[in-house]
């Protein structure tokens, strides 16, 4: 069963395990990423590393979905005005991979220090 899920592992990221060998892609799988406002960059970055297979992340992110973002950020769409950008951009990019934990905190990062 552990050679199956490697096997599915080896196909899944063989472009990326090309590129940074299988330790490079192993340390990527045992990364952990918190992310501190959701801007379209970090969520754009994010968005790259979950694809990429990291463990998991977490967005710390007060703000909510504002209409000024549509055209910026892709992670976010117009059903969801008003709504948690951190809880919105974390649904989404859980749903791109889904052997990547995701959370939020809908708290801005300065309320937390």
Not at 75 to 80: A, E, G, I, Q
Request: one cysteine or more; aromatic letters at 4%; hydrophobic letters at 35%.
């Amino acid at each position: 069963m552990a050679e199956v899920q490697q096997d599915s592992k080896a196909k899944r990221y063989d472009r990326q395990i090309r590129i940074w060998g299988p330790e490079g892609q192993q340390n990527l799988e045992n990364s952990r990423i918190m992310l501190l406002n959701c801007s379209p960059t970090g969520s754009e970055t994010l968005k790259n590393l979950v694809l990429g297979g990291l463990a998991s992340f977490t967005i710390v992110d007060g703000n909510k979905v504002h209409a000024c973002e549509l055209g910026n950020n892709f992670l976010v769409d117009s059903n969801r005005l008003g709504q948690s950008r951190a809880q919105v951009v974390t649904d989404l990019l859980k749903e791109l991979n889904d052997s990547v934990l995701g959370s939020y905190v809908g708290d801005s990062p300065e309320e937390l220090l």
